[in-house]
């Protein structure tokens, strides 16, 4: 049976992911750009299990690559336009993912937990399409 996460976005229970590292990221990112750059040649917005947290990255990802800031305040147009993502709380959601303990220097160590936690999860399609 399918799970809800907190944040809005069905995650299939028995598919691996991990919400916190998604969340530690991006918060991450948000308050510091340069975290972005250190997982952008391997991280892609698919690669998030939880909806509006591949929404989130994905708007990061547009804005930092126009050379523009990607920030809570840069990104509150979007949050907060975005049904999905203003389901979840928006502005005040990307705020409270930004905490004065988010770890930049571990950025790299999230994004790749959250490839290999994609990766599995393609197998595990893949698996599961050979048995049907």
Do not use: W
Request: charged fraction near 25%; include cysteine; hydrophobic fraction near 45%.
């Amino acid at each position: 049976m399918p799970k809800k996460s907190e944040q809005g976005g069905v995650v299939t229970r028995h598919l691996p992911y991990n919400e916190e590292a998604e969340q530690a990221l991006l918060g991450s990112i948000l308050l510091n750009n340069r975290s972005f750059e250190t997982v952008a040649a391997f991280l892609r917005p698919e690669h998030f299990a939880v909806d509006v947290h591949r929404k989130m990255f994905s708007l990061c990802a547009t804005l930092i690559n126009r050379g523009e800031r990607a920030d809570p305040i840069t990104l509150r147009p979007f949050l907060d336009s975005d049904p999905a993502l203003a389901a979840v709380g928006g502005f005040r959601y990307a705020l409270e993912l930004i905490h004065p303990g988010a770890a930049i220097i571990k950025a790299i160590d999230y994004g790749h937990l959250i490839h290999d936690l994609a990766l599995r999860r393609a197998l595990i399609a893949i698996h599961q399409e050979g048995l049907e």
